[in-house]
T-cell receptor, first 112, second 113 residues
Framework: GQQLNQSPQSMFIQEGEDVSMNCTSS?????WLWYKQEPGEGPVLLIA?????ELTSNGRLTAQFGITRKDSFLNISASIPSDVGIYFC????????????FGGGTRVLVKP | DVKVTQSSRYLVKRTGEKVFLECVQD?????MFWYRQDPGLGLRLIYF???????EKGDIPEGYSVSREKKERFSLILESASTNQTSMYLC????????????FGPGTRLTVL
């Protein structure tokens, strides 16, 4: 199946910092999605991107659908402690029956 | 609110046991999915179902089977559990058609000893 490379695998945040994570793929997707998973819960959709070049915000979160349709990034501005969790990118392809392919996840932790 | 529930949050089973993981959704969604989540590998699709009685293999179906006898319920079956099936299992559902959001259950952490 398709592979999504998500980086970084983990990161520490300090309150107030901006953080960024990204996903790259060897092939194109029609839709890019970003999910957040908190401990003991399933992933919850944060942002969905439907067009190449699209830039979408949801509060302090901003995500972009890369022009090549093979990558996407997620920015969190002015991070707060409740931003901790695992963030997943996912690509969706119509030709593959709209199944989702997930990245490996970025674990966001608070700096001690 | 969409609710996807999974029968157990934690499960411990022995090698060779038959294991049933149950998932129920209350929003009349046509599509249902089973994933396993492992550190660094993200979520990998095991099986999915577009509607009642229908099932399709995902990316890693080996060692698993599924059952969808009713629209709201999608069961994942491990015929003979093995230690490499120790993982977090996530169920999801979605309204049929393109562009609709998948809603996830809270997950079942399965340990096979």
């Amino acid at each position: 199946g398709q592979q999504l490379n998500q980086s970084p695998q983990s990161m520490f945040i300090q309150e107030g910092e901006d953080v960024s994570m990204n996903c790259t793929s060897s092939s194109i997707f029609n839709t890019w999605l970003w999910y957040k998973q908190e401990p003991g819960e399933g992933p919850v959709l944060l942002i969905a991107l439907y067009k190449a070049g699209e830039l979408t915000s949801n509060g302090r979160l901003t995500a972009q659908f890369g022009i090549t349709r093979k990558d996407s990034f997620l920015n969190i501005s002015a991070s707060i402690p409740s931003d901790v969790g695992i963030y997943f990118c996912a690509g969706q392809l119509k030709a593959a029956g709209n199944k989702l392919t997930f990245g490996g996840g970025t674990r966001v932790l608070v700096k001690p | 609110d969409v609710k996807v529930t999974q029968s157990s949050r934690y499960l411990v089973k022995r090698t060779g046991e038959k294991v049933f993981l149950e998932c129920v959704q209350d929003m009349d969604h046509e599509n249902m999915f089973w994933y396993r989540q492992d550190p660094g590998l993200g979520l990998r699709l095991i099986y999915f179902s577009y509607d009642v009685k229908m099932k399709e293999k995902g990316d890693i179906p080996e060692g698993y089977s599924v059952s969808r006898e009713k629209k709201e319920r999608f069961s994942l079956i491990l015929e003979s559990a093995s230690t490499n099936q120790t993982s977090m299992y996530l169920c999801a559902s979605r309204l049929g058609g393109a562009g609709n959001e998948q809603f996830f259950g809270p997950g079942t952490r399965l340990t096979v000893l």
